[in-house]
């Protein structure tokens, strides 16, 4: 299959969304509408060294096809990382950034027949918040999705005031936040990691349910392993490994 073309996007607004996230939101240069599956990702061209292949970086789409030419990333500032230290350095609005996608296959059948479950920690919430938020507006009939997030302290919940109203709106979703960093002096709900959560959504033998990994491979490589020794089948579990 022929590679997409390299488009131009402009970064349009930037927002803190955590002590090192950031959301960044781009505008398509000379476009229609930005035609993607919510899941998949862009891969953008930073000028961060003189090899193509090198200056490559991809990120989830975070926002939903919306019938606009725009979109937004959600990205953490790696320490020493090359790609986001320039981007949160120097992204500001107007700068114009070569863009290549959509791309990738980490995406939602057509019809829900199962129940879902996301599991996810960090900047991995992405796809599945453009996969949620996609499915309430399209209204696509579903059954039970649960939404696991991880991360380490109360001030690291990406999209929490969105996610709790989300849940409250539609009473399929069911949100689950893990902290491994607070106390329970400090934080009502769950205290420890994701893979707590998940196995307790399936302690009753609960099978028929498909399952999206997205994050670092730590905790995606454990969580497959899991739920393997829980007796899911292989095609039942589906990763986006972020590195
Ligand atoms: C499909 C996909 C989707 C993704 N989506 C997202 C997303 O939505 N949000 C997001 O935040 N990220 C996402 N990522 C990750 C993203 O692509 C980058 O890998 C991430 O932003 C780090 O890039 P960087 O250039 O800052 O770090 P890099 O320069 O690539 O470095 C990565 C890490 O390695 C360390 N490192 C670099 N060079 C060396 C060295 N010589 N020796 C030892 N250590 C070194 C750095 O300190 C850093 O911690 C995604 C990745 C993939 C594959």
Sequence with gaps: MALLPW???????????????????????????????????VTLDLPIHDKQSKRMRSY??????????????????MEGGAGTTYLFKEGKPGMEIPFRGPLGHFCLPDTLERDICMICTG????????????IRHAQVPCRDIHIIFGT???????YRSELEQLSRDMPCLHYHVALSRETPESWNGHIGYVHDIYEKVCENGQKDMDFYLCGWKNMVDEARNRLKDMGYDKERIHLELYG
């Excluded at 900047?123 to 996609?134: D, K, L, N």
């Design 7 to 41: 488009q131009t996007a402009v970064i349009t607004r930037v927002t803190q969304e955590t002590a090192n996230t950031r959301r960044f939101f781009f505008e398509i240069k000379d476009s229609g509408p930005f035609v993607f599956r919510p899941g998949q990702f």
């Design 152 to 158: 380490r302290k109360i001030g690291d919940i990406l």
């Design 60 to 77: 989830s789409v975070a926002s939903w096809p919306d019938g606009s030419n725009t979109f937004e990333l959600v990205i953490v500032l």
């Design 123 to 134: 900047t991995g919430i992405a796809p599945f918040r453009s996969q949620v938020q996609y």
